[in-house]
């Protein structure tokens, strides 16, 4: 018989462990990093601490061997084997706040505000971003439904011409004493408001060149009351669509190059529904226009220095 020496080879064995992925918010310390062990472990234990790549921004972040290793027993006969993990680091989204139901504009309050930050505006109670701004736009935007923007005196420009109400509200000049007036240039557009209302007062609106009211209400929104206003047209001072609410004009000043208050319906429309009443105005234009069928009251109004409709 002849014998043929031959080698055993042992391996040392492969003890598979694998980093858990987890995660966290931005701001708040790191979770415990752990392992799975896959396969392979026999005696002995792992020891040692993982470790993950730096940073605190949203983001992944990988988890890293660090020092774990088997440690007693036959670990001299274990190969570890790490499969790294993923700590994810997710935004911390600050419980929203409510939007405020008072919200004040100040145009004088630009050289202050602190762009992207909220600064508390000192002795007013007031937060920049949330209830106190420098333009009238992000005011609507930000009030409220059914909330109260307040503007301080000074002027104030619509972008593109005109501001847009879709939801329900009061724009107010501040009423403090020797305040002077709130000039805005631009139309005041109440549209896509189906119930609620919008109060307009203490304001002198001027509209742009390419716009033809200085308060525009459209088809099917609320009741809107404009009240000791100044609303310069061109051509219309006012213009009025179809609607299933009642407009109020009371006390203001009513200018236009032609057209002081312009009712408008389109084609085969039905006729208003609501009452459009029109009390203690003056009115300075060429032209008093009113629809036929439109449901109006006028009471003690002057139309270029005399009464009118009383």
Known sequence: MTFTEGTLMISARKVVVAAQTVAKKAGEPDPVLQVTIVSGLGS????????????????????????????????????????????????????AKPMSSRVVVNAAWADAYEDGVQTTFQGTGLTFGYDAFTTVEEAIANVASGGCVQIVAGHYEAPGGEWVVTKPMAILGWQA??????????????????????????????????????LIVEDGVGTVVCLNSVL????AGVQ?????????????????????????RNGNQAAPSGLLYMGGNAFEGSTLMMDNGFPYLLDKNMFNGEEAGN
């Open 240 to 264: 009025i669509g179809v609607y299933t609410g009642g407009v109020t004009l009371q006390n203001n000043d009513i200018v236009a190059d032609d057209i002081c208050v312009k009712c408008v």
């Open 232 to 235: 310069v047209g061109k051509p």
């Open 177 to 214: 004493a020797n305040d002077g007036n709130v000039a805005l240039t631009g139309t005041i557009r109440a549209g896509g408001m189906a119930v609620g209302s919008l109060l307009i007062g203490n304001l002198v609106v001027t509209s742009a060149d390419d716009l033809k009211a200085a």
């Open 44 to 95: 002995g234990q792992l020891t040692g601490s993982l470790t993950r790549d730096e940073g605190e921004e949203p983001g992944e972040y990988t988890i890293r061997q660090g020092t774990l290793a088997i440690a007693g027993g036959d670990n001299g006969a274990q190969n570890l084997v790490f499969v790294e993990g993923k700590l994810v680091i997710l935004e911390n989204e600050a419980e």
